[in-house]
């Protein structure tokens, strides 16, 4: 993971160097997927556009398809959308296909970080709306904030982050981006090893 060193229109923390690592990325899959072996999924949808490449990871793994919930605008078939405010406080709007989704399907919805909960919750609210049950909620991270609580306290749910890393997670403030170079580089070549 990398830290925000474009200021406050970005996230925080960039975990997508993970994706570039094979091990790295089915490692995370498997620990997203780990408390949803007993359930039955019938599709994977992910968030535009970070959850395109975990959720289609995620659906590869599990042989099931995948249904991208994309920006408004980007699609050129008939579509429902639902309105959110993003983790800057933006508002914004995001679309999902009206031909995949039928009553009864069982959802499971990945995204790569969960902030303030804003958009996973549209999205929650679009695959409901379409008829379709949400099985749970995947992210690399899940942030305990007012919106990260509603999605963990109403849906099963999986991440990647160790318990005892959650607070620094919450905080914003990961106490290894405080190490020094020197260390930063060691630990780095380790993981690349």
Same mark, same amino acid.
């Given at each position: 993971?990398?830290?925000?060193?474009?200021?406050?229109?970005?996230?925080?923390?960039?975990?997508?160097?993970?994706?570039?690592?094979?091990?790295?990325?089915?490692? +995370?899959v498997s620990d997203l997927l780990s408390?949803?072996?007993?359930?039955?999924?019938?599709?994977?949808? %992910?968030?535009?556009?970070?959850g395109f490449i975990l959720g289609a990871?995620?659906?590869?793994?599990?042989?099931?398809?995948?249904?991208?919930?994309?920006?408004? %605008?980007?699609? +050129?078939?008939?579509?429902?959308?639902?309105?959110?405010?993003?983790?800057?406080?933006?508002?914004?709007?995001?679309?999902?296909?009206?031909?995949?989704?039928?009553?009864?399907?069982?959802?499971?919805l990945v995204d790569q970080w969960i902030?303030?909960?804003?958009?996973?919750?549209?999205?929650?609210?679009?695959?409901?709306?379409?008829?379709?049950?949400?099985? %749970?909620?995947?992210?690399?991270?899940?942030?305990?904030?007012?919106?990260?609580?509603?999605?963990?306290?109403?849906?099963?749910?999986?991440? +990647?982050?160790?318990?005892?890393?959650?607070?620094?997670?919450?905080?914003?403030?990961?106490?290894?981006?405080?190490?020094?170079?020197?260390?930063?580089?060691?630990?780095?070549?380790?993981?690349?090893?």
């Amino acid at each position: 993971m990398a830290p925000n060193t474009k200021g406050p229109m970005f996230a925080w923390l960039d975990p997508s160097r993970l994706y570039s690592n094979s091990q790295a990325l089915a490692d +995370c899959v498997s620990d997203l997927l780990s408390p949803f072996h007993s359930d039955t999924i019938d599709l994977v949808a %992910g968030i535009d556009a970070m959850g395109f490449i975990l959720g289609a990871s995620v659906a590869t793994s599990l042989g099931k398809g995948f249904l991208a919930i994309r920006k408004a %605008g980007h699609l +050129c078939v008939s579509t429902q959308n639902q309105s959110y405010s993003d983790y800057t406080g933006r508002e914004k709007t995001m679309e999902i296909r009206q031909d995949v989704l039928k009553p009864g399907m069982r959802v499971l919805l990945v995204d790569q970080w969960i902030e303030t909960g804003g958009t996973m919750k549209a999205a929650i609210q679009l695959v409901e709306r379409l008829g379709a049950s949400v099985v %749970g909620v995947a992210a690399v991270a899940i942030e305990n904030t007012e919106g990260g609580k509603w999605i963990k306290e109403n849906y099963k749910f999986s991440h +990647c982050i160790p318990e005892e890393l959650q607070s620094q997670v919450d905080r914003k403030v990961l106490e290894s981006f405080k190490a020094s170079t020197a260390e930063r580089f060691d630990i780095m070549f380790a993981i690349d090893q």
